[in-house]
């Protein structure tokens, strides 16, 4: 199946890294590089909104949430905007960096905003994963793999595919060839052979 028209993709890079310029960024600008050049990117840091601390609400009144207000408001229309939400995230301690993971929790409370219909407009949509770690084995990162493919799944968004390279110190996954060679057909190679829009389990 292909890519599809890229008037029409809009790809929201969410780099949830604690450094700027991280390996997995460098990935991901490698893979975004690659994309058609009429393809619509908007590259937002995580720490440049920083979120509250999530507040679990739904067993209060009747459940809803206010809408939410600046730098969850502009995360949640950005986030609504795209086409394609590529999470650009390091592997700490074998999982999602912390903002990333407190992006996801506001998910919880966007599907409950009257007239949001959030989980209503997720559907249909992809979602990418770009990693790198400091270890040798890369099973230590299927945790966070997974994380997003479940949260991919219960949206009931696409999967796109995830990629991982190795670095730790910065810069040192353009030592990485083989992750190099991935990102740059990460995109096109997932449209081509169609398992950019399968979910889990389907």
């Known amino acids: 199946m292909a890519l599809g028209n890229p008037v029409d993709s809009h790809f929201l890079m969410l780099v949830a890294s604690a450094r700027s310029g991280g390996n997995a960024e460098i990935l991901a600008r490698r893979a975004a590089a690659a994309l058609p050049g009429n393809t619509q990117q908007t590259w937002l840091r995580l720490a440049d909104f920083p ?3 999530f507040e679990d609400r739904r067993h209060e009144g009747d459940g809803s949430y206010p809408e939410p207000a600046g730098d969850g408001r502009a995360l949640l229309d950005a986030t609504l905007a795209a086409t394609d ?3 650009v995230v390091p592997l700490y301690w074998y999982a999602l ?3 990333a993971k407190l992006f996801l929790d506001h998910w919880s409370g966007w599907m409950r905003v009257p007239g949001v219909a959030f989980k209503a407009r997720m559907a249909g949509k992809t ?3 770009i990693s790198a770690f ?5 099973k230590d990162a299927q945790p966070l793999f997974a994380t997003l493919r479940f949260t991919a799944d219960y949206m009931k968004m696409h999967w796109g595919g995830d990629l991982l ?8 996954v ?3 060839a083989d992750a190099l060679e991935r ?3 990460l995109f096109s190679s997932r449209a081509r052979d169609g398992r950019r829009w399968t979910r889990l389990g389907s």
């Open 97 to 99: 960096p912390a903002s």
């Open 174 to 176: 353009l030592q990485d």
């Open 127 to 129: 979602m990418w994963a």
């Open 183 to 185: 990102a740059s057909t």
């Open 134 to 138: 400091s270890d040798i084995d890369p």
């Open 51 to 53: 979120l509250p601390p």
């Open 85 to 87: 939400l590529v999470f």
């Open 165 to 172: 390279g190795c670095g730790n110190r910065p810069s040192d």
